[in-house]
C-alpha cells in the first residue's frame, strides 16, 4: 500500500457544510498532492505541498484549501461543500525527483 | 503549464489482440511518463514508465514508446487478457517544480473473452 491511508474512505455530507479529508503517509516522502477524479476528466490537481507548511494550487483549486503542519499528514478542506465537489479524491505521495507517484485508496464524497 | 491529451477514451478489443494507447504532451521540458492503471473502484497503480534519454521500454506483454521530437508517448499491450480490462492513464512530469504529474484523462480498455 505504499504506506499511504486516505480516511474518510465514504462521506455523504450536506451542501454548505465543511469538509476535511486526511492523508497520511508513512514513508517521509516530501512532495504530497490532491486530485480528484471525475468521469470523463482524468485525474485532476486540486493542491500539493512540497514540503511542511508549504503548498500550492493546482488547476482546480476554488472552493479548497488544504494544510500539512506535518510531513507525514496533507488535509484537504472543502470550506462549504457544493454539489459540484461530488467526487472521488485521491492522495498521491512522491518521494523527490521525478518518480513513480503512489496513491492512497481514494475517498468517495457526496454532497446532497 | 503541461497539458496531457490522450486517445481514444474507450478502446473495445477481443481477447488475444493488441491495444494501443496514445498520449501527447505540450511541454517540450517534460521528461517522465509513467503509466498508471486504475481497476473498478481501486487506486490508479503505476505498470510502466520511460524516461526521456529512452525511447523504448518493455515489461513482459507491456511496451511504452516515447518520440521527443512529436511530444507523443504510446502504450502497447500485446495479447489482451480480461484482466487487462480497467482504465489506463497517461501522465507527464518535469524536473522542479515540485514534479507535478499531470495525467491524461484516461482510457477504458475493455477485453471481451
Known amino acids: 500500500d505504499a504506506g499511504i491511508t486516505q480516511s474518510p474512505r465514504h462521506k455523504v455530507t450536506e451542501t454548505g457544510t465543511p469538509v476535511t479529508l486526511r492523508c497520511h503517509q508513512t514513508e517521509n516522502h516530501r512532495y504530497m498532492y490532491w486530485y480528484r477524479q471525475d468521469p470523463g476528466h482524468g485525474l485532476r490537481l486540486i493542491h500539493y505541498s512540497y514540503g511542511v507548511k508549504d503548498t500550492d494550487k493546482g488547476e482546480v483549486s476554488d472552493g479548497y484549501s488544504v494544510s500539512r503542519s506535518k510531513t507525514e499528514d496533507f488535509l484537504l478542506t472543502l470550506e462549504s461543500a457544493t454539489s459540484s465537489q461530488t467526487s472521488v479524491y485521491f492522495c498521491?505521495?512522491?518521494?523527490?525527483?521525478?518518480?513513480?507517484?503512489?496513491f492512497g485508496q481514494g475517498t468517495r464524497l457526496t454532497v446532497v | 503549464g503541461e497539458n496531457v491529451e490522450q486517445h481514444p477514451s474507450t478502446l473495445s478489443v477481443q481477447e488475444g489482440d493488441s491495444a494501443v494507447i496514445k498520449c501527447t504532451y505540450s511541454?517540450?521540458?517534460?521528461?517522465?511518463f509513467p503509466w498508471y492503471k486504475q481497476e473498478l473502484g481501486k487506486r490508479p497503480q503505476l505498470i510502466i514508465d520511460i524516461r526521456s534519454n529512452v525511447g523504448e521500454k518493455k515489461d513482459q506483454r507491456i511496451a511504452v514508446t516515447l518520440n521527443k521530437t512529436a511530444k507523443h508517448f504510446s502504450l502497447h499491450i500485446t495479447e489482451t487478457q480480461p484482466e487487462d480490462s480497467a482504465v489506463y492513464f497517461c501522465?507527464?512530469?518535469?524536473?522542479?517544480?515540485?514534479?507535478?504529474?499531470?495525467f491524461g484523462r484516461g482510457t477504458s480498455l475493455i477485453v471481451h473473452p
Open positions: 498521491a505521495i512522491r518521494p523527490g525527483g521525478n518518480t513513480e507517484a503512489f
Open positions: 501522465a507527464a512530469s518535469k524536473e522542479g517544480g515540485s514534479y507535478i504529474p499531470t
Open positions: 511541454d517540450s521540458a517534460s521528461n517522465y
